[in-house]
């Protein structure tokens, strides 16, 4: 999609194309084939205990026959952008100049689209290297409205994930996040603080108060991304792609009797919209 020879710089064919400018310039990441072994078995282990911190994580892994320092369990978490997530009071402080935000969803009855959506990160294995990918979901209906990927977790490709489900889709009520610095810095704040919406912020590590967004990583990775080998951006990029509006459009889902995302979405709008 790219074309490095054409006379548009690189930056402006990304942003035309909707694409990460960060991702355009990947380079394999310097991390040996090792540890790149060891982060795909923690992201499997984190998706199946989500409370499960270095210390448990290195015993899980050390039950299997890896056997790695709690140190090494705790800068690859890091590197992954992961981390035990279970309720426990705030003991760090958002990043100076960076807005938290109270929890809004306890106890609010969900029933209709664009009332909440939803935003996370999850780091995607690739054959030689990684990725990650961020997605707005609609609550409700568990439509994906936009994702992004990027080599970084800079918040940049959040926003701009961001701002393309807010020009596409009526804005929402309200927007969840996590409690990251790619959602609590002043550009992403500025863009979800729109008139009219109210930016909620899950507990400090309180991963079911997201736990919408959590069912769909599992979703993703074990129909997509644990079936694949990446080689590069670009085909991860494109099979996600392919396998994300095969959710929104085709796949049954159980909490809805069966209907997809894209069903529950657009039929449940006041006014239909072209999808």
């Known amino acids: 999609m790219i074309d490095r020879a054409h006379n548009l710089p690189v930056s402006r064919q990304a942003e035309l194309l909707g694409i990460s400018r960060g991702s355009v310039y990947y380079l394999p990441r310097p991390v040996s084939e090792a540890d790149l072994a060891i982060m795909r078995r923690l992201d499997r282990l ?22 790695v320092g709690r140190r090494h369990v705790r800068s690859l978490m890091q590197r992954m ?18 807005t938290v935000y109270p929890y809004l969803l306890r106890g609010l ?16 294995p690739m054959a ?14 568990r439509r994906v409205l936009a994702w992004r990927l990027s080599i970084t977790l800079d918040a940049r490709f959040c926003l701009e ?16 996040t996590d409690q990251g610095s790619q959602f609590t810095g002043g550009d992403f704040i500025a863009a979800a603080a729109a008139p009219g919406i109210k930016i909620s912020m899950d507990g400090k590590g309180a991963w079911r108060d997201n736990l919408f967004v959590e069912r769909l990583w599992r979703t993703v990775k074990y129909e997509e991304v644990y079936l694949r080998a ?11 792609a392919s396998y994300l509006d095969f959710y929104n459009r085709r796949r049954p889902h159980s909490t809805h009797g069966g209907a997809t995302p894209d069903q529950v979405y657009f039929e449940s709008l006041p006014v239909r919209m072209a999808a």
């Open 46 to 67: 984190h998706l199946e205990y989500p409370f499960a911190g270095s210390r448990m994580l290195r015993g899980l892994l050390s039950a299997e026959g890896c056997i």
């Open 109 to 124: 009855a969900i029933t209709r689209p664009n009332q909440v959506w939803a935003m996370d990160i999850t780091y995607i």
């Open 81 to 98: 952008g992961i981390e035990a997530l279970y309720r426990r009071p705030r003991a760090t402080r958002p990043e100076p100049g960076h």
């Open 230 to 240: 990446y080689d590069n951006v670009s085909a991860a990029r494109t099979s996600i």
């Open 128 to 141: 030689r290297g990684f990725v990650y990918l961020t997605v707005v979901l609609d609550w409700f209906s």
């Open 161 to 176: 994930a961001l701002n393309e489900a807010l020009s596409r889709y009526p804005k929402p009520g309200i927007i969840n």
